[in-house]
């Protein structure tokens, strides 16, 4: 029971905004998995470019809610003739409420 109460005081929203609106148009999120017992949020996302990629690795690194956000991998999707980058990256979540 403690720790469904854990759980339901994290700050979800917090996260989820956080990673809502660092994305912009030119990113897309495919995933997103948060490990409560590392701390850590992992992302999979599709971005329209490298630059985009970039952008939304640093954005998310001047949210509030995470510590550390490192770039894990990355993909250039050949077959795509847009050719976007498909990518995945590892957060730090602060999940001590407010």
Request: no cysteine; hydrophobic share 40%.
């Amino acid at each position: 029971a403690n720790q469904v109460l854990r759980q339901l005081s994290l700050p979800w929203d917090a996260l989820f905004s956080a990673v809502e609106a660092s994305g912009g148009k030119h990113v897309a999120l495919l995933s997103m998995e948060p490990d409560l017992k590392t701390g850590t949020v992992t992302i999979s996302a599709e971005a329209k470019n490298f630059d985009a990629m970039l952008d939304y690795v640093r954005q998310l690194g001047k949210r509030e809610v995470f510590g550390s956000v490192l770039l894990q991998n990355h993909q250039v999707q050949q077959t795509d003739p847009q050719k976007p980058v498909r990518f995945s990256l590892r957060a730090v979540w602060k999940m001590e409420t407010p």
